[in-house]
């Protein structure tokens, strides 16, 4: 079944605690992205990645890091996590030779306490 | 600035009807638009895709409309059904290689019986 994962789907962490956020497809899609949603601010583009060792920022990639060394996989990483990084994240991947649409992931809900 | 706004954040409509919804943008030159639907605690699910120099795109009971000169797209339900209710979000790329995707914040809908 093609699809996105991502683990954890839930977290609970304290501030300052390094955490990584998995997400993996198994679409051999060229193009993933994060995002997170907030209500009221609607889902915003942390940072997304072309292919395998090419990423770029989004609208928010303050306090976040990405890394993309192999084609499936695109973890978030959390270095120091602060409160206002309390957020559902989504993780999607497309391929940009075909369609252009995106394939999202369920969701990882974190709480920064 | 760059902008996207959906027109409202409810919209209610009896069942049957059909729902229309709106999304426009500023200050974008988008080389494609996305409609996308999602559902409480999930990720989004892709519905249709529009390119610029498409009019109208239609799947099923679902229709989209795209203006570069109004700066709009109009999505359309048809003979919408308790199932469509959801929240619709708009999404815009601003080329084709370019990676950066933009949300609108969403219209949530619900269809009554």
């Known amino acids: 079944e093609a699809q996105v994962t991502q683990n954890p789907r839930y977290l609970i962490t304290v501030t300052g605690k390094k955490l990584t956020v998995t997400c993996s497809q198994n679409?051999?899609?060229?193009?993933m992205s994060w995002y997170r949603q907030d209500p009221g601010l609607g889902l915003r583009q942390i940072y997304y990645?072309?292919?395998?060792?090419?990423?770029d920022k989004g609208d928010v990639p303050e306090g976040y890091k990405v890394s993309r060394k192999e084609k499936r996989n695109f973890p978030l990483i959390l270095e120091s996590p602060s409160p206002n990084q309390t957020s559902l994240y989504f993780c999607?991947?497309?391929?940009?030779?075909?369609?252009?649409?995106?394939?999202f992931g369920p969701g990882t809900r974190l709480t920064v306490t | 600035s760059q902008k996207i706004e959906q027109n409202s954040e409810a919209l209610n409509i009896q069942e049957g009807k059909t729902a229309t919804l709106t999304c426009n943008y500023t200050?974008?030159?988008?080389?494609?638009l996305q409609w996308y639907r999602q559902d409480p605690g999930r990720g989004p699910v892709f519905l249709l895709l529009?390119?610029?120099?498409?009019k109208e795109k239609r799947k099923e009971r679902l229709k989209v409309t795209f203006d570069t000169t109004l700066k709009q797209s109009l999505f359309h339900i048809t003979a919408s059904q308790p199932a469509d209710s959801a929240t619709y979000l708009c999404?815009?790329?601003?080329?084709?290689?370019?990676?950066?995707?933009?949300f609108g914040d969403g219209t949530t809908l619900t269809v009554k019986p």
């Open positions: 999607a991947s497309s391929s940009q030779g075909r369609s252009y649409e995106q394939y």
């Open positions: 679409m051999n899609h060229e193009y």
């Open positions: 990645s072309m292919n395998v060792e090419v990423t």
């Open positions: 200050n974008y030159s988008p080389a494609y």
């Open positions: 529009i390119r610029e120099n498409e």
């Open positions: 999404a815009l790329d601003l080329n084709t290689n370019a990676g950066k995707s933009t």
